[in-house]
Nanobody
Framework: QVQLVESGGGLVQAGGSLRLSCAAS????????MGWFRQAPGKEREFVAG????????YYADSVRGRFTIFRDNAKNTVYLQMNNLEPEDAAVYYC????????????????WGQGTQVTVSS
């Protein structure tokens, strides 16, 4: 089992920045990809960004590319999502997820999920 704990959500004005963290523990040796997803009220959960646990290659949803950066600290078993130039449309509950597969962008490709952290963006 892998446990994921997110932190760093909050309220920010449009144009501002937030950094989310996701600390992984447990059987992390089986993780190949870590991802961030988000879910706004009344909408489906959507992929935001992903990173290979080994090697660190990254990939993003078009809606956040150039504004968000995913990176990791393997020594701390932690993945981060730096979110800059936030827009009201970015408001959602953000979830961290872990996968034994590579480069997943679909919920079903991820095996473990955190509890979520709320991001609110005021206009």
């Amino acid at each position: 089992q892998v446990q994921l704990v997110e932190s760093g959500g909050g309220l920010v004005q449009a144009g501002g920045s937030l950094r989310l963290s996701c600390a992984a523990s447990g059987r992390t040796f089986g993780i190949n990809t870590m991802g961030w997803f988000r879910q706004a009220p009344g909408k489906e959960r959507e992929f935001v960004a992903g990173i290979r646990w080994s090697g660190g290659s990254t990939y993003y949803a078009d809606s956040v590319r150039g504004r968000f950066t995913i990176f990791r600290d393997n020594a701390k078993n932690t993945v981060y999502l730096q979110m800059n130039n936030l827009e009201p449309e970015d408001a959602a509950v953000y979830y961290c997820a872990a996968s034994g597969l590579c480069d997943g962008t679909v919920e079903g490709q991820y095996d473990y999920w955190g509890q979520g952290t709320q991001v609110t963006v005021s206009s």
